[in-house]
């Protein structure tokens, strides 16, 4: 199995920053595409912005401009900076990778969620 291991969420007032990093360790294993997903309170999980391994990325409308995400392929790892926060971007948010394990063939996995919390 690809295990991800999410950091960087907390409590920030709006307008402030975060940065959220998630790495992906495991046995021989390709990610093609790395995402950042996001569920509120009552809301059903969407996605926030994904990146594939060639550098593409794309974005939900409402985080364009103010979100970054982006991706290190040396370390497995990817990071999603979070500028001009809004309350309505409070959630658990959500790591995904999508790949190919040797001997275990396609996978998909997540990682345990961060809560990020703004404040108005």
């Known amino acids: 199995q690809v295990q991800l291991v999410e950091s960087g969420g907390g409590l920030v007032q709006a307008g402030g920053s975060l940065r959220l990093s998630c790495a992906a360790s495991?046995?021989?294993?390709?990610?093609?595409?790395m995402a950042w997903y996001r569920q509120a309170p009552g809301k059903q999980r969407d996605l926030v912005a994904a990146v594939l391994s060639g550098g593409s990325t794309n974005y939900a409308d409402s985080v364009k401009g103010r979100f970054t995400i982006s991706r290190d392929n040396a370390k497995n790892t990817v990071y999603l900076q979070m500028n001009s926060l809004k309350p309505e971007d409070t959630a658990v948010y959500y790591c995904?990778?999508?790949?190919?394990?040797?001997?275990?063939?396609?996978?998909?996995?997540w990682g345990q969620g961060t809560q990020v919390t703004v404040s108005s």
């Open positions: 995904a990778a999508f790949g190919i394990q040797s001997g275990a063939g396609r996978f998909n996995s």
């Open positions: 495991g046995s021989t294993f390709i990610i093609n595409t």
